[in-house]
């Protein structure tokens, strides 16, 4: 499987996802959900910038200049106070109206993490295999983030009397 490949195809979702994500911070109908999708565009920058690393790494010293991306995957997305606070009850009500913009986001990241998982199991070469599971457990966290915004605004939309 050519690694150059599955870069320059991750590189080019992770632009998608940016747009994405800037579009939808500037449409949200709620400042906490256009935090979590401005927030998760600077966060596909960071991967866009570790991606570029790593094609330029494959492309000047082969796959021992892979080693980068560590701090990122130290760093984390956002701390478990942060995550608790967005789904503050008065937050999640609020968010009803961004459902569709929600779950296309949980449908974005459950996707390029399938495809970083997919890609993993196919690269012989170790440093690559790990670069690609890093990148899938940051798309899996941003997964789980909009997958629990997404199901607690629904459950809430579901709970409403007619005419919200």
């Given amino acids: 499987m050519d690694i150059l490949k599955i870069y320059e195809y991750a590189l080019q979702r992770e ?8 579009t939808n911070a500037a449409r949200a109908g709620h400042a906490a959900a256009s935090g979590v ?3 998760l565009a600077e966060e596909e920058d960071k991967h866009i ?10 492309e000047t010293r082969g796959a021992e200049g892979l080693k980068v ?3 990122m995957d130290k760093e984390g997305f956002f701390s ?3 995550e608790a606070e967005m789904m503050d009850q008065t937050i999640i009500e609020a ?7 929600l779950r296309t986001a949980f449908l974005i990241e459950r996707d390029i993490a399938e495809f970083y998982e997919t890609s993993a199991q196919r690269v012989d070469e170790p440093l690559a295999k790990k670069s690609l599971e890093m990148l899938a457990r940051w798309e899996r966290q941003h997964e ?7 199901d607690k605004a ?3 939309y579901t709970s409403m009397p007619w005419g919200g």
């Fill in 15 to 22: 632009r998608e996802g940016r747009e994405f994500f800037q």
């Fill in 37 to 39: 999708f401005q927030k």
């Fill in 49 to 58: 910038t570790f991606i570029q690393g790593l094609i330029a790494a494959l």
């Fill in 69 to 71: 991306g560590e701090d």
């Fill in 80 to 82: 478990a106070r942060a």
């Fill in 95 to 101: 968010m009803v109206p961004d459902l569709p913009a």
């Fill in 144 to 150: 789980k983030l909009f997958k629990g915004m997404h």
């Fill in 154 to 156: 629904f459950e809430e």
